[in-house]
């Protein structure tokens, strides 16, 4: 009976968690929509549906939103994150961090906030989400009603698979989400750029 207890608790406990951290990311991508309506020329369209579509480009984070476990409440109240953080939203300005897209090869060194599934529990000084190489199941696609693009790809890095998620709205304003075999999901909020030739081979 105590056992069942137990797990019932553990179930509802991680259902509360993931429901937190939806209403988060939701909150989230409401902000990263705002000034989306503001529609572009002709041409500035143009030049966007360039830059997703055909040009090397990279994402840049301003926030983490990795989701509300008790460890990461435990880190928040210690006051060991960044200031202007809370345990749902982790300030990462001035935090070199980047997710790069030329073609199908992607790049990433983002900071990772949260519980391992495998592999031991959250650990701030443990590397970060890194990966680098081709992408499976690339897929570009616009949305006709904002004038954005989602992006999405699947790659792996050893024994991590992951699975990104990306919507570029027309402002540059940049929602990312990473799912991983061994990880919580996180969540970015930050913005996008075109890649100069001297950047992309950083």
């Not at 991508?29 to 549906?49: P, Y």
């Not at 994402?59 to 345990?87: H, V």
């Not at 906030?113 to 616009?142: D, P, S, V």
């Amino acid at each position: 009976m105590g056992h069942g207890c137990i797990n019932y608790m553990e179930k509802k406990n991680t259902m509360k968690t993931a429901i937190k951290f939806g209403l988060s990311v939701l909150v989230a991508f409401a902000l990263g929509c705002t000034g989306t309506k503001s529609k572009l020329s002709a041409e500035e369209q143009q030049k966007f549906d360039r830059m997703v579509q055909q040009e090397p480009i990279e994402f840049e984070a301003d926030w983490a939103m990795p989701m509300t476990t008790n460890s990461i409440n435990q880190i928040s109240n210690a006051g060991l994150l960044p200031p202007g953080s809370t345990a749902g939203r982790i300030n990462l300005i001035g935090n070199v961090n980047y997710l790069k897209i030329k073609n199908d090869s992607v790049m990433a060194h983002l900071p990772y906030y949260g519980e391992r599934q495998m592999g031991g529990g959250y650990n701030q000084n443990k590397t970060g989400i890194q990966f680098e190489g081709k992408a499976k199941n690339l897929e570009i696609q616009k949305d006709k009603k904002s004038g954005g693009y989602q992006i999405k790809f699947n790659i792996s890095e050893k024994t991590e698979d992951y699975q990104v998620s990306m919507r570029v709205f027309p402002n540059l304003n940049t929602f990312v989400n990473v799912n991983s075999n061994q990880r919580f999901t996180i969540s970015y909020q930050g913005h996008v750029k075109a890649l100069s030739s001297d950047e992309q081979g950083k």
